[in-house]
């Protein structure tokens, strides 16, 4: 009995640190790739963030730009959007589920939010280049559809299940003696959900937005479908753009290995990384602070 | 002691993966350890039907990898025995991996040493199997007034100097700029022989990843221009029309006679020289039996051409 016991535990264990080396090492391999930018051709980190002069050679001699300005802008922007359109959805339909309608959301919603998750990002693309490209174009009766607010829509409807979800858990979570002393005090229902449930339940909430954010970031083909992969600043939501995910996608097979183009992609996605890491940390600091001032 | 069992069987299972990979690794090498022999055995692919046997990998540009794709569904029907992996993935991956051994045919638009370091780029052998012909594209409302643009208006029109399709003769509409990525070998031909190497305006044009995008963003969008290789226009498309430049029509004809400037060489590099199947499929995709099939797919056949280019050699 004990040696089996091992044997499972020692199993285990291996599986565990197995998963802990691989992020680690594809965080290396992520630094030891994208640093190259600044180590091997020499280019400062203030330009790399903050030029908007995008033209690195496509060979080993270096000497180009390699200002990525534009597409963290896009990227933010799309995103930035993105979540204004989908948190109030996701914070009514988390209300909805959580204390409105428990029943109804069981059978019906639950399901349908967790059928949304599943949902490959290939088809919201596509569904937004047919649906939502055209459409914007012709209701703004514009030169083309492809714009931040077609990128935005689509990642909004992508992230609204994450922000639903995670805020309905923190929702239903919270204590029954919340609702209970407030109702007691003679508080009409929507004052229970407005004093207290949405204020106790705001770690939570904000967990729900920022993992949503952090796909948002992440997600590299439904954006480059809609938004144009133009290489200019957006003027408006109206207007085309770039983001890092889309510019990393279209030449990451044409660049010659180890060129400047190629490694100041790598720098491209190191800097994802350190984003969706930031995010993470953010995501940690909030909880623990909901965890202590319960 | 059913768990043990399927303990067991996992790890059969695992023991069995690695050594079909490692049979597939020796396989891909039988070809070079038995290049003398390979000699005899391509010979007798291109004339009989005794075919090859062994394996081939092969990745690299987008713009080849339709017609190779179409050239093997003939060369395994008289090769039943050879087994061929075909994959797309860009000139630059296609060059690196064959380098670097890690395929055997590298499929790429542009000559090595554009996108290989020295000596890297000096393992390699070329084999140019076609030439591929680039067209300026328009969506058809711009061409039915205009039909033919000088090299000056091109370059304007593409460095974004001109912006509306009446300034050179067509419609009243805004020019719409579709273009493909800057590492793309289609773009760097363009860019090379109808911009005379001006660089397009990406800030005010829309990219597409691939070709087939291109000629549906264009075909979709009003005064929008943009280019292709033939290869792409075989499929009549009513949306979409070619513009000729300084009056000569984009054809396989115009670019045999050197009287059309917008054309490459499609390359495949092998490491070393060719063997086994490699050396088979390349053979017979430069037979005079396969260009037949290759001029209808809207690819030009090498050996037809009457003007030739040298190797630019690596960018400054």
């Known amino acids: ?294 | 002691m059913k768990k043990y069992l399927s303990i067991l069987m996992v790890a059969a299972m695992l023991i069995g993966t690695t050594a079909c990979s490692s049979g597939t690794n020796a396989s891909s090498q039988t070809p070079s350890s038995q290049a003398g022999s390979s000699e005899a055995a391509s010979s007798a692919a291109s004339s009989s039907e005794a075919g090859v046997t062994g394996s081939c990998t092969i990745s690299g540009s987008s713009a080849l990898y339709p017609l190779v794709k179409n050239a093997l569904d003939a060369f395994k029907q008289t090769n039943p025995d050879a087994s061929v992996t075909l994959n797309a993935g860009g000139s630059g991956t296609g060059l690196k991996q064959s380098a670097d051994g890690t395929v055997d045919i590298g499929m790429s638009d542009v000559f090595a040493d554009e996108k290989l370091t020295e000596d890297q780029a000096k393992t390699l052998v070329d084999h140019k199997v076609c030439v591929i012909t680039m067209a300026p594209i328009v969506n058809a409302d711009v061409a039915e007034k205009v039909t033919s643009l000088t090299t000056q208006q091109l370059i304007d029109i593409f460095t974004a100097k001109t912006k509306n399709w009446k300034e050179v003769g067509g419609p009243d509409e805004p020019i719409t700029l579709v273009t493909r990525p800057s590492t793309s070998g289609t773009r760097s031909l363009f860019k090379s022989y109808a911009l005379n190497g001006a660089e397009e305006a990406s800030n005010k044009s829309l990219e597409t990843d691939d070709s087939g995008t291109l000629l549906q963003t264009v075909s979709q969008h009003k005064g929008a221009i943009g280019y292709v290789a033939l290869s792409y226009l075989i499929q009549p498309n009513e949306n979409i029309k070619t513009m000729a430049i300084d009056g000569v029509e984009p054809t396989l004809e115009n670019t045999y006679a050197g009287k059309y400037k917008v054309w490459g060489y499609e390359h495949m590099y092998t490491k070393g020289d060719a063997a086994g199947v490699a050396k088979a499929l390349i053979d017979y995709m430069q037979s005079d039996e396969y260009g037949k099939i290759m001029e209808g797919l809207g690819y030009n056949v090498a050996s037809k051409m009457t003007v030739e280019r040298q190797d630019p050699g690596p960018k400054k």
């Not at chain 1, 949503?212 to 479908?225: C, N, S």
């Not at chain 1, 720098?267 to 602070?289: D, Q």
């Open chain 1, 1 to 294: 009995m004990a040696k089996k016991e091992t044997v499972w535990r020692g199993l285990i264990a291996a599986c565990g640190l197995f998963l802990i080396l691989l992020t680690v090492s594809i965080g290396v391999f992520l630094c030891y790739k994208g640093l190259g930018t600044f180590t091997l051709y020499k280019h400062s980190v203030w330009e790399f963030l903050f030029s908007s002069n995008w033209n690195p050679a496509d060979d080993f001699q270096g000497g180009g730009q390699v200002g990525a300005a534009i597409f963290i802008v896009g990227s933010v922007s799309i995103c930035l959007l993105a979540l204004l359109i989908a948190t109030p959805f996701s914070l009514a339909a988390a209300i909805f589920m959580a204390v409105i309608s428990p029943r109804v959301s069981n059978r019906l919603l639950q399901p349908a939010v967790e059928i949304f998750v599943g949902i490959p990002s290939v088809v919201y693309g596509w569904v937004g280049l047919t649906v939502l490209v055209p459409l914007i174009q012709k209701i703004f009766n514009l030169q083309y559809g492809y714009s931040v607010l077609a990128g935005g829509i689509v990642l909004a409807v992508m992230i609204f299940p994450t922000i639903t979800s995670v805020s309905a858990d923190s929702i239903r979570n919270i204590p029954l003696q919340y609702q209970e002393a407030a109702y007691g005090l003679g508080s009409t229902r929507w004052q229970v959900i407005r004093r207290v449930l949405v204020p106790a339940a705001r770690p939570g909430i904000l967990t729900g937005v920022i993992l949503g954010l952090a796909r948002a970031f992440g997600e590299a083909l439904a954006v480059a479908m809609v938004i144009g992969k133009m290489k200019a600043f957006p003027t408006g939501i109206l207007s085309p753009t770039n983001n890092l995910t889309a510019a990393i996608a279209s030449d990451m097979g044409g660049a010659a290995d180890g060129g400047e183009y190629n490694i100041a992609l790598w720098t491209m996605a190191l800097l994802l990384l350190v984003i969706s890491f930031a995010f993470i940390l953010i995501v940690r600091k909030i909880s623990s602070k909901g965890v202590r001032e319960r």
